[in-house]
């Protein structure tokens, strides 16, 4: 019954929104929430809380019997919803192909790839030499854009699994998706400083999960400090990494070098 509630919740707020001619983005600023949460409400997805939709509610400006009898039906689905996910706010998920349903639903995707390049970027060559999973980046549910941005450490492009053979081909299809608009790639210079990401790479989804692969499992958080706390880390990266032509020559200069010593060894 919860899940069938937030979809009520979700097209109800978003057939208010839209008749009260307010975009995604300005309901998110009045609410001061990042637009991917309107989204996310509006398909019916759970966030954070009770108290995030409500902000959206009081955002729109309806007519105070209207807010408050879509403030009880958002209390109502949440407390439906609690006991089947408390589990997992409370701790954390193996299950297996979370992380690709949560990327389907997601707005905005932010990762850190630490030795090895992120699931999300990986060639199928690369992931069979390194043993590890691919997870494709399927267009987002619902057709709407979405912002999709990823560093990766200067360590992880200089990285070889098995002979080194894959890497060429995987770091051409790094340089390939830098050039497009979907994908936001930036690295972290091996000179950036000592300290400054986690030894493990992660993935964050909105505000809502996090996906951290470890040797043996992929683990999905989605209690909301923890995801806070990946999301403080993304951002402390991401201040001291490069983009745009600056990480394309890390890239490029990572190729150079893997071509060399291929050709070396041969």
Not at 96 to 115: C, I, N, P, S, T
Not at 201 to 222: C, I, M, P, Q
């Amino acid at each position: 019954m919860g899940a069938e509630q937030l979809r009520v919740v979700g097209e109800r707020l978003r057939r208010l929104r839209v008749e009260a001619g307010l975009s995604g983005a300005e309901v998110a600023r009045r609410a001061g929430v990042p637009q991917p949460t309107v989204s996310r409400v509006e398909m019916g997805h759970r966030v954070t809380n009770a108290g995030v939709v409500v902000r959206l509610v009081e955002a729109l400006g309806l007519a105070e019997t209207e807010s408050r009898r879509l403030v009880e039906l958002v209390r109502q689905a949440y407390e439906e919803a609690a006991p089947r996910l408390r589990r997992a706010d409370a701790g954390v998920s193996f299950r297996a192909g979370a992380a690709v349903e949560l990327g389907a639903a997601a707005r905005e995707v932010r990762g850190f790839g630490a030795l090895t390049v992120p699931a999300e970027l990986r060639t199928a060559e690369y992931a069979e030499a390194a043993r590890l999973e691919v997870r494709a980046l399927r267009p987002a549910a619902g057709g709407e854009g979405r912002r999709v941005e990823f560093v990766l450490s200067e360590a992880a492009l200089r990285t070889w699994p098995g002979s080194g053979g894959c890497m060429v081909g995987q770091l051409e299809h790094l340089l390939r998706l830098g050039v497009g608009a979907e994908v936001s790639l930036g690295v972290l210079p091996l000179n950036a400083g000592r300290g400054v990401g986690p030894s493990h790479g992660f993935t964050v989804f909105d505000e809502a999960a996090v996906s951290v692969e470890t040797f043996t499992r992929e683990l999905t958080l989605s209690a909301a400090d923890e995801v806070r706390a990946y999301l403080d880390v993304y951002e402390g990266i991401r201040g001291v990494a490069v983009f745009g032509e600056e990480a394309r020559e890390l890239m490029e200069r990572a190729r150079r070098d893997v071509e060399g010593t291929l050709r070396s060894i041969q």
